[in-house]
């Protein structure tokens, strides 16, 4: 839920990043933490195994600026990929603003991409969202490597309701920061209709 | 979140921090949001603070619920030096005290059982006036984000 401050001044808005195991949640948001300026963003937690893997979540809290006079504060959090941390990734959706789902390009991962998606669904649904009214971006993640399933292809399988699609490398940053303003823009878009 | 109850809450806090020797008293959303602080937040990460708190709660939340319980509503947390204890008041916000050796946990939790019996009040009473206020007030006026423009929006990713 839009957390609106009316007597600070402020908007805070939870976006949180999806996908299946590996397929780049924590690689967006460190890209997102490296290139920000240190004064409009807070730390970078991650909450990981020693193995880098996301044990629960990570957590990024970036300012952008001011919009009509309020200043809007984004709260990035990815969920672990892993299926078997099902029970974390519910309650990390809870109060959310706006999904990103990232997929994986690699032909190998096609599966896991579609579970993830179904699990997404499935899990809003229960926290009473529905993915298709929800502020809601797809991208196209690791375009760069060999096995990447053409965009069109992985476009037809996970793309739903024609949500806005990008590709991205985001190892590089690549479409990093594109997907980012695309989900903010969709979630202020949404403050407009309340 | 109104005025008046801002200052009743902050009022409270303010006393909590004073009547248990406390550090820092924080009240957090379940979602994460700060809500109000009081003691000395310098060199404290309080958004950080606030996100890991919820997600503390949420979690433990969860473990309640699998062992048939309905909720943890103490949870407390002992460092060498800084103790965190934390609590959830109406079952909807998140009070946490950070406290050293200069409190103890009973008088912390004495002190915390009297001002979670305030901030409840506060919060009934709060919940009372948006819901008899939401009516009118969407007639009143509109949210100031019924004109935002894509310009706006772009704005902000203009670095």
């Known amino acids: ?194 | 979140m109104y005025e008046e109850e801002y200052v009743q809450i902050k009022d409270t806090l303010q006393r909590l921090q004073v009547d248990s020797n406390a550090k820092i008293v924080f009240l957090v959303d379940k979602n994460g949001q700060q809500i109000a602080a009081h003691g000395d937040m310098r060199g404290l990460d309080a958004t950080s603070l606030a996100s890991l708190t919820a997600g503390n709660v949420a979690a433990t939340d969860g473990l309640a619920k699998l062992i048939g319980e309905k909720e943890f509503s103490i949870l407390f947390h002992e460092g060498e030096k800084d103790n965190i204890h934390i609590s959830l008041v109406a079952q909807r916000v998140i009070l946490v005290v950070i406290f050293d050796d200069r409190s103890s946990l009973g008088l912390v939790r004495l002190r915390v059982k009297k001002a979670s019996q305030e901030l409840e009040k506060i919060f009934e009473q709060l919940l009372k006036k948006a819901e008899a206020d939401r009516g009118a007030l969407a007639n009143r006026f509109d949210s100031p984000f019924a004109e935002i423009t894509d310009e706006d929006i772009d704005s902000l990713f203009s670095e």
């Open chain 1, 1 to 194: 839920m839009t957390f609106i401050n009316y007597a600070a001044r402020e908007i805070n808005c939870k976006i949180v990043y999806y996908g299946p195991g590996l397929c780049g949640k924590t690689t967006n948001l460190q890209w997102i933490y490296d290139k920000t300026n240190p004064q409009a963003k807070g730390k970078l937690i991650s909450l990981a195994t020693e193995t880098d893997r996301t044990l629960f979540f990570d957590f990024l809290p970036l300012d952008l600026g001011q919009v009509r006079g309020f200043k809007t504060r984004f709260h990035l959090y990815t969920v672990p990929g892993q299926v078997f941390y099902d029970a974390s990734r519910k309650l990390i959706l809870k109060g959310v603003d706006g999904v990103v789902f990232i997929a994986d390009s690699q032909d190998a991962r096609m599966e896991a991409n579609a579970e993830s998606l179904q699990n997404l669904e499935k899990n809003l649904k229960e926290q009473g969202y529905d993915l298709k009214v929800i502020p809601y971006v797809l991208q196209m993640n690791k375009r760069d490597l060999p096995t990447a399933v053409p965009a069109e292809d992985m476009y037809r399988q996970l793309n739903i309701k024609g949500e806005p699609t990008f590709e991205a490398v985001a190892m590089n940053g690549t479409g990093v920061f594109d997907t980012l303003k695309a989900v903010a823009k969709l979630v202020l878009t949404e403050l407009k209709k309340k």
